[in-house]
């Protein structure tokens, strides 16, 4: 069974980090492309940010470009997001996702809520 | 970036009935590049429907995609009491990727 499990979230103040985990099971992690997409109430799905199946090539949204950086250890089946300089409109339950910068994404993790306040 | 718009906002049906949802862009996506997803309160999306018509794995044949150009369309064709939910429409084929504001639909 394909699982993403995510976690790393919280609440942190205007200005602090965060590091987002996204633990992959049931398939052949190194094979996919991964991204995070958030989701507020008031701007809905929004892509955050993708990397290539080595982690080679990665790719941002002009929001986050600058502030976040996306990593990968294909060793331990695992992705993250390290956030920085965070602002108050980055409070979103954060996904990750299987697929890259322009793909659909067909498994999806739990989601983990990062509130900066 | 694209702008997608869905239409309506809420949809109020009964089960057994047909819904038709509807997904505009800001402009031209080809059509290979538009999916659809499923999302339940407290759950993360569900992929149902790319390019623009292709279900994936799972997913009934109840639920069909359609469009070109800048209009696209989730049709259901019988509601089951599960179907209720929030839909997005999605298009990936021009950077950055984006999602449409959902229709939520309702019983």
């Known amino acids: 069974e394909v699982q993403l499990l995510d976690s790393g979230g919280g609440l942190v103040q205007p200005g602090g980090s965060l590091r987002l985990s996204c633990e992959a099971s049931g398939f052949s992690f190194s094979a996919y492309a991964m991204s995070w997409v958030r989701q507020t109430p008031g701007k809905g799905l929004e892509w955050v940010s993708s990397?290539?199946?080595?982690?080679?090539?990665?790719y941002y949204a002009d929001s986050v470009k600058g502030r976040f950086n996306i990593s990968r250890d294909n060793s331990k089946n695992a992705m993250y997001l390290q956030m920085n300089s965070l602002r108050g409109d980055d409070t979103a339950v954060y996904y990750c996702?299987?697929?890259?910068?322009?793909?659909?994404?067909?498994?999806w993790g739990q989601g983990t809520l990062v509130t900066v306040s | 970036e694209i702008v997608l718009t869905q239409s309506p906002g809420t949809l109020s049906l009964s089960p057994g009935e047909r819904a038709t949802l509807s997904c505009r862009a800001s402009q031209s996506v080809s059509s290979t590049y538009i999916a659809w997803y499923q999302q339940k309160p407290g759950q993360a999306p569900r992929l149902l429907i790319y390019?623009?018509?292709s279900r994936a794995t799972g997913i009934p044949d109840r639920f069909s995609g359609s469009g070109s150009g800048t209009d696209f369309t989730l049709t259901i064709s019988r509601l089951e009491p599960d179907d209720f939910a929030v839909y997005y429409c999605q298009q990936y084929g021009s950077s950055p990727q984006t999602f449409g504001p959902g229709t939520k639909l309702e019983i």
């Open positions: 390019g623009p018509s």
């Open positions: 990397l290539s199946r080595t982690g080679a090539i990665t």
């Open positions: 996702a299987t697929g890259g910068d322009n793909s659909i994404h067909v498994y």
